[in-house]
């Protein structure tokens, strides 16, 4: 049996790769591949997507390979809504709005719950049965191929529909979903971090990444965060209205307060920390593009996004013996759960840790 090379899709991170059971040696030498990662619910392997990993592997494979394309997610068409349906629609927005949802999280909902209105808008959606709506969702996932996160999203929307709008019992929309993935968080090296956040050379950029790495924040709270929110005698950054509706403080460096005073006085903002030409907040794709050029100019992991310097500092704080308390409270987790992931992205080698093994026999006269 030949191994697989799939064909990644257009802005796809990942090179993705089917080993044969008894190509061992294929198989070791993939692992030594810098970001190389085995996926267990595929049974495949996956490289970072650039093209001298590409040739890595074809030259791995001697040759001796297939190349497929990765079966494309089919198009969901979209059919104009009856006056039923934007009813409907509309009911739902009214009950997210007066529960303060946020607005990108009102548009995801919108979105997917227009899919459904799509399938059922003839109907008195008061009496679409649970099988019906499993159903709906089974041929979107077998005919569709839509994605776990999307099986996810369309389900919330639902259940917030039935549940809020119409206020039906929770009994009614509690629909199977899928197993979740127990993925670990990509992390950064401490060298790499450094490499990226310390490249730009426009004083704002490097304040923006230096913030959320040392902080350990989202995109979004970075965006939210006013002047009054540093608090530089205290020592520590105020996150207002985080994911999920809540205030947290979480730590402040000493470095960043520096970095901080320099870039006030030159730019000198209003209101909002970080402003954007006009003086409004700071726009996440400005962010995100800050990264990307600082990941390439760097020479840096190109799977890391913005979120990635988030996991690097909790991986980074366990490394430096952080209390895994206080690292929930700066991270705003609800459950220790939560953080603990980070205890598995932490370096595990004989550089970091010591063998009982090693240790057993350090000083024993049974050595050989």
Not at 102 to 108: A, M
Not at 184 to 206: A, C, F, G, Y
Not at 240 to 262: C, F, M, Q
Request: proline residues 4%; contains cysteine.
């Amino acid at each position: 049996m030949q191994p697989i090379i799939y064909q990644p899709l257009r802005g796809a991170k990942r090179i993705k790769i089917h080993i044969p059971y008894e190509s061992k040696s294929l198989r070791e030498s993939i692992k030594k591949i810098n970001g190389s990662f085995w996926h267990p619910n595929q049974k495949l392997w996956s490289v970072i997507n650039t093209v001298d990993n590409l040739n890595k592997l074809k030259v791995m494979c001697n040759g001796n390979f297939k190349i497929e394309k990765i079966a494309n997610s089919v198009a969901i068409p979209s059919v104009p809504l009856n006056n039923n349906a934007i009813k409907a629609l509309y009911n739902l927005e009214k009950a997210l709005v007066l529960k303060q949802y946020s607005r990108s999280s009102i548009k995801v909902y919108k979105k997917m719950f227009n899919v459904f209105l799509s399938k059922f808008m003839q109907r008195n959606l008061s009496e679409v049965s649970k099988d019906e709506i499993e159903g709906f969702i089974y041929e979107l996932i077998t005919k569709n191929k839509i994605s776990e996160s999307y099986q996810n999203q369309l389900i919330n929307a639902i259940k917030c529909y039935y549940e809020h709008a119409l206020k039906m019992p929770r009994e009614y929309y509690d629909i199977q979903r899928p197993k979740k993935p127990l993925n670990i968080p990509n992390v950064l090296s401490k060298v790499e971090v450094l490499k990226i956040i310390q490249q730009p050379t426009n004083l704002k950029h490097k304040a923006i990444l230096h913030t959320i790495y040392s902080a350990g924040l989202r995109v979004s709270e970075l965006i939210n965060l006013r002047i009054i929110d540093v608090h530089s005698k205290e020592g520590y950054l105020f996150i207002k209205d985080s994911k999920g509706k809540k205030d947290r403080k979480t730590i402040l460096s000493e470095h960043l307060v520096a970095l901080l005073r320099d870039y006030y006085k030159k730019y000198k903002p209003s209101y909002w920390l970080f402003e954007g030409q006009a003086g409004d907040q700071y726009s996440a794709s400005s962010i995100r593009s800050i990264f990307r050029k600082s990941v390439k100019e760097t020479d840096s992991n190109p799977w890391a996004t913005v979120h990635t310097l988030r996991h690097s500092f909790a991986t980074h704080c366990i490394e430096n013996n952080i209390n895994m308390r206080h690292l929930q409270n700066m991270l705003g987790h609800n459950s220790p759960k939560t953080t603990e992931i980070y205890t598995k992205t932490i370096a595990i080698n004989n550089k970091t840790i010591t063998s009982p093994l090693d240790s057993l026999l350090k000083n024993s006269t049974l050595q050989r």
